[in-house]
């Protein structure tokens, strides 16, 4: 399952410097009651975007017995490209190490030291991707290139468990068990060779702890710490009371562009005007304040300094991403309010994801968003078809929508071996979903 074998790989990098199935049902039908487990055909063969924060315990050192703490986070793209970064603390000696997958291309740093990746290690790499994709379960249904076949039950977890094999032209057997009783993934088994080693081992993943992602408490927490009530009506109202001032947005946006001028006079002159444009301004300053223009970030954050950030942004974006959960009534009136006042900052995009999230509620499109898709504000049109999905699917292009999907299972724990022995136990802390990420995010380090 995702970021079990991207893990994995990392430390053993570091390590190295047949009966027909009992049931009725054929290997395809236990594929689809599996797909239904996690969630359905509909959000599991979702394209998201993915940010797991995970922590655990690799064996280092002699046999393999001393084990050590880890921590890290995994992002991965919709298309397969993926980075993680894991800091492990081994005998008091921390050792942080980043790896990537773009394409056909794969870098790691360890300590921040960029190096070279060979062949083995790239091959292994993109065996992960592999992985995941065979784990994520949807595309066995969708796709042809893939064959089953049915394994014989076993038992995992002292529990029956149905298997079956999926092959694919030029990449090793994955064998997949299922729990009998839940139909949800609970090993997987494969061949392949690893970094240093000239023969084939035995790769052995077993997962527990199904569940959907706690996706609230951490919000609840950040609002409860300020003491603000986190139910659905005085959630709307702690915005109401926020929402960002109006002001002439294509006015404020063109004297952001000047920021970086070529002419000193003219990036004064519009310094001075947004910050008399006072609190209309900060979205869109805040924004700017992410620019890759040294001189517009600079200018951007004197500015925000000058007129005075008037609230948290991370207790707003708790409140935005509760809203987005919970749908109280009156959620799209507000959030449509927040939305055709913020920029493409990053609390300008949770405004628009949790939008999105509240537009369609049992089927029914928000009648306030239906109607501001004929509004003589242009920011309120845009930002309603945005969220009704009238847009061309321009939002979909932007990447760091976060998505709000329900009902998706993921396991939560998982143990990992090679060979029989021990190589990973990782638990997932956190985890986060979105279209998909900057490409950026990705790109080799230096």
């Known amino acids: 399952m995702r970021t079990s074998r991207l893990a994995a790989i990392t430390f053993a990098f570091l390590l190295a410097s047949t009966a027909p199935t009992a049931a009725d049902d054929g290997p395809r039908a236990v594929l689809e009651k599996a ?32 084990e050590f703490d880890f921590s890290g986070e995994v992002f991965t793209q919709p298309n397969g490209d993926f980075k993680y970064s894991f800091n492990l603390n081994a005998n008091q000696i921390a050792i942080r190490v980043t790896m990537g997958l773009v394409g056909e291309k794969g870098w790691r740093t360890v300590g921040g030291t960029l190096e070279e990746i060979d062949q083995a290690s790239l091959a292994e790499l993109k065996l992960g991707r592999y992985y995941d994709r065979i784990t994520s379960l949807a595309p066995l249904l969708e796709e042809k290139r893939y064959t089953f076949e049915s394994l014989p039950e076993i038992k995992v977890h002292e529990k029956p468990a149905i298997g079956v094999k999926i092959s694919s032209k030029g990449q090793p057997d994955i064998k997949l068990f299922f729990d009998k009783a839940t139909n949800l993934l609970v090993k997987t088994e494969y061949r392949a060779k690893t970094p240093g080693q000239d023969k084939e081992t035995l790769h052995e993943s077993y997962y527990s702890d199904w569940r959907v992602p706690d996706y609230t408490t951490a919000d609840e927490r950040t609002l409860k710490a300020v003491r603000l009530k986190t139910e659905g009506p005085a959630l709307l109202e702690y915005l109401r009371k926020r929402r960002p001032a109006g002001g002439d947005v294509t006015q404020i946006k063109k004297l952001v562009e000047q920021l970086g001028d070529d002419s000193f006079e003219e990036r004064e002159k519009a310094s001075a005007a947004l910050v008399a444009a006072g609190a209309a301004a900060l979205p869109f300053l805040r924004e700017a304040a992410e620019s890759g223009d040294t001189e517009v970030k600079r200018r951007a954050k004197l500015c925000i300094k000058s007129i005075g950030d008037q609230f948290d942004d991370q207790t707003l974006a708790a409140a935005i991403r509760l809203v987005g959960w919970r749908k109280p009534e009156g959620a799209a009136e507000v959030l449509l309010d927040w939305a055709a006042r913020s920029g493409e900052d990053a609390l300008g995009r949770e405004v628009r994801a949790a939008l999105a999230a509240v537009a369609v509620v049992d089927g029914k499109a928000a009648d306030v968003l239906t109607k501001a898709l004929d509004d003589k504000d242009t920011a309120r049109r845009e930002a309603a078809s945005a969220a009704l999905g009238k847009d061309g699917e321009a939002a979909e292009k932007k990447p760091g929508l976060r998505l709000y999907v329900a009902g998706l299972k993921f396991p939560m724990k998982a143990v990992q071996y090679q060979d029989g022995g021990k190589m990973l136990e990782r638990e997932y802390t956190a985890i986060e979903l979105f279209n998909r990420f900057d490409e950026g995010l990705f790109a080799k380090q230096k």
């Open 35 to 66: 797909v239904k487990a996690m969630g359905g055909e509909a959000v599991v063969a979702r394209p998201v975007a993915a940010r797991y924060q995970l922590r655990g315990k690799v064996p280092l050192g002699g046999a393999g017995k001393d």
